[in-house]
């Protein structure tokens, strides 16, 4: 963590809530870096896409150091935040797609570097697949690869002990009980901090949509879709750390030879990685978006 006299929420008050309305009665809260100099303006967006038990906010650190040289955004998934949520009870990916279209568009951004962490990796596989000429790269970070190719037994067993665990636990025991599960044992109180503040603020409804979302989703179908429809490797990453209960390695590395791209260990890191260890993952980050830059500008 970065050595500051000032605390995560003192530091977040740079990077103020903001709202887009997308649709009539629809809205998507979101934080930005800024735009203040018209090259950054004018840049590749970075957009960034939050876990289950997240939101926003957690990305703090990415839009402190990456929003220097270039735009970051970090969106409230629907139901998170002040998001809408989405329409049906149980969604599927495409729901969440849409809705990330209809957000891209109301700001203006027709393309950009897409970086999704666990269930935002869903998001992020699933708008690729859709929209590819919207995606300048995918950067999937300790992606959840959703239960949408097992069984309806192992689906409806996943979906109903996460709902079940919100309702006796609720947000704040959510946070209390599971955040540790978030880093490795070696994050520093710091960072457990901030994983527990951000998923205290989670909304019942949107984290059961999400639930169902999880249930639905097939992560490695929509991935090979996207590879599919780009002849480059180099614009899809996979990234996990080795200390990671939540979505490890192993788990990981079907998501990674479904994009046909090697899976990238990152020593140390627990599921929350590019919270506890923010260098390390910023580095990931801008290395993949410069790469993908890079492309940008000779095609």
């Known amino acids: 963590m970065r050595s ?3 605390s995560f929420e003192a530091r977040l008050e740079a990077f103020p ?3 887009a309305d997308v649709a009539p009665s629809r809205r998507i809260g979101y934080r930005d870096c800024g735009k203040a100099a ?3 303006a004018a840049a590749l ?3 960034l896409l939050h876990g289950i038990g997240s939101g926003a906010a957690s990305w703090l650190q990415q839009l402190e150091a990456l929003g220097t040289t270039r735009r970051v955004l970090a969106w409230d998934a629907p139901g998170y935040g002040i998001s809408t949520p989405v329409e049906r009870a149980s969604p599927h990916a495409a729901d969440y797609a849409e809705a990330l279209r209809g957000w891209l568009d109301a700001l203006g951004i ?3 570097v897409l970086v999704g962490h666990s269930l935002g ?3 992020a596989g699933s708008f690729a697949a859709a929209h590819p000429q919207r995606v300048a790269g995918v950067a999937l970070l300790s992606p959840a690869g959703g239960y949408g190719a097992a069984s309806e037994a192992v689906r409806v067993q996943k979906r109903d002990a996460r709902l079940a665990m919100l309702a006796e636990l609720g947000p704040q025991g959510l946070a209390a009980q599971r955040s540790a599960n978030m880093l490795s044992t070696t994050a520093s109180e ?3 901090e901030w994983v527990r503040w951000n998923m205290a603020r989670i909304v019942p409804g949107g984290y059961a949509q999400a639930t169902h979302l999880l249930a639905n989703a097939d992560l490695a179908s929509d991935v090979a879709r996207y590879r599919h429809e780009v002849t480059d490797d180099r614009k899809i990453g996979v990234a996990v750390g080795t200390e990671d209960r939540i979505t490890p390695p192993d788990a990981c590395e079907r998501i990674a030879q479904a994009a046909n791209v090697p899976l990238q260990l990152i020593a140390g890191a627990g599921h929350a990685g590019y919270v506890e260890a923010p260098e390390t993952y910023n580095t990931l980050i801008a290395t993949f978006y410069e790469t ?3 492309q940008e500008t000779q095609a």
């Open 4 to 6: 500051t006299d000032l």
């Open 17 to 19: 809530a903001q709202c």
């Open 38 to 40: 018209a090259a950054r």
């Open 45 to 47: 967006p970075l957009v």
């Open 110 to 112: 027709e393309r950009c």
């Open 121 to 123: 990796a869903i998001i």
């Open 190 to 192: 710091a960072a457990r």
């Open 292 to 294: 993908c830059e890079q």
